[in-house]
């Protein structure tokens, strides 16, 4: 059974860091792009950072390119979101995904993506 897990989700003030961690397990993903969507309360889901298998390339959305790095340890089957200088903006359920999206410019699209994580909360106070 293939899962994900996301951890490190909480409450922070803005101008503060939060780390979020994945952990896949019942299949390796190493030849899969793995990557982060957040969804806000009322809001349509969107993509924040994706980490390919081609050449490990990655992207970010431009509302978090410069504060967010996402990472990926391939032989432990992990991703990671390092999330600093974080805005009540980037309130949102964070989920975990792999699969073989489409990317284009600096976004890779959700559709493409077979498997997800249940998503962890972080919250930004002002």
């Known amino acids: 059974q293939v899962q994900l897990v996301e951890s490190g989700g909480g409450l922070v003030q803005a101008g503060g860091s939060l780390r979020l961690s994945c952990a896949a397990s019942?299949?390796?993903?190493?030849?899969?792009?793995m990557g982060w969507f957040r969804q806000a309360p009322g809001k349509e889901r969107e993509f924040v950072a994706a980490?390919?298998?081609?050449?490990?390339?990655?992207y970010y959305a431009d509302s978090v390119k410069g504060r967010f790095t996402i990472s990926r340890d391939r032989s432990k089957n992990t991703l990671a979101l390092q999330m600093n200088s974080l805005k009540p903006e980037d309130t949102a359920v964070y989920y975990c995904?792999?699969?073989?999206?489409?990317?284009?410019?600096?976004?890779?699209?959700?559709?493409?993506?077979?498997?997800w994580g249940k998503g962890t909360l972080v919250t930004v106070s002002s």
């Open positions: 019942g299949r390796t993903f190493s030849s899969y792009a």
């Open positions: 980490d390919t298998w081609i050449g490990s390339r990655t």
């Open positions: 995904a792999a699969g073989s999206p489409r990317c284009s410019g600096n976004v890779c699209y959700a559709e493409g993506m077979d498997y």
